[in-house]
């Protein structure tokens, strides 16, 4: 028993003494951010919507494409983070309409008129917080060190850990609460300068 724990120790220590090494391994990386393209759908579901008449489903998503540079040293190889090619926006948004207001009538225009309003400003979020999203995803990047792994079979499971560092990074959680918050914000002043007075005139 005393020999498998100075045995493990010895493994560990050594470990410890590479990947301090690999430290010196450790790149600036580079970050790249794509704002994805998107589509709209405009759907009439069969079951009555609420008052409101319509909504604006947006789908949105951040993906992480990691590259890493990996220098063979003695006993294993070095992994550092060496790029991140970020793709962060919307993709899709779902417009649904009332049944009750029939496709090109003066109601349902209306109605999708306001409803591009709220993908204009969901768009908006994205455009105006590009500084922050690079600055955001960059300082996560700069933040994870280089990774010792003796095998090659073990570097894929370091992109892995690399990418779930990004995400869990402080800098990035605090960027998803900040669009989140931003789109609350930017959809309820939409709403507050629409009078309804354009969909009134409809059935006027």
């Given at each position: 028993m005393i020999k498998k724990c100075v045995f493990l120790l010895c493994v560990l220590f050594i470990n410890s003494v590479f990947a301090d090494e690999c430290l010196?391994?450790?790149?600036?990386?580079?970050?790249?951010?794509?704002?994805p393209t998107w589509?709209?759908?405009?759907?009439?579901?069969?079951?009555?919507?609420?008052?409101l008449h319509g909504n604006v489903i947006a789908t949105m998503v951040?993906?992480?494409?990691?590259?890493?540079?990996?220098?063979?040293?003695?006993?294993?190889?070095c992994v550092s983070l060496k790029n991140i090619?970020?793709?962060?926006?919307?993709?899709?948004?779902?417009?649904?309409?009332?049944?009750s207001?029939?496709?090109?009538?003066?109601s349902y225009n209306a109605i999708?008129?306001?409803?591009?309003?709220?993908?204009?400003?969901?768009l908006s979020v994205i455009e105006d917080n590009k500084k922050m999203l690079k600055e955001s995803v960059l300082s996560a990047a700069e933040s994870i060190?280089?990774?010792?792994?003796?095998?090659?079979?073990?570097?894929?499971?370091?992109?892995?850990?690399?990418?779930?560092?990004?995400?869990?990074?402080?800098?990035?959680?605090?960027?998803?609460?900040?669009i989140k918050a931003e789109e609350e914000i930017r959809n309820k002043q939409v709403d507050l300068k629409?009078?309804?007075e354009t969909l009134k005139k409809c059935f006027n």
């Open positions: 010196s391994y450790k790149l600036k990386p580079t970050v790249n951010i794509t704002i589509e709209k759908t405009v759907v009439q579901p069969l079951q009555p919507m609420d008052v951040d993906n992480y494409e990691i590259t890493t540079d990996i220098t063979s040293i003695e006993d294993g190889f090619d970020a793709t962060v926006g919307y993709t899709d948004f779902l417009v649904q309409i009332d049944k207001n029939r496709k090109d009538s003066c999708l008129q306001h409803e591009d309003e709220h993908i204009r400003s969901y060190i280089p990774v010792f792994v003796s095998e090659q079979k073990d570097i894929e499971s370091v992109v892995d850990k690399f990418n779930e560092q990004l995400q869990n990074h402080p800098d990035i959680v605090l960027l998803k609460q900040h629409d009078t309804g």
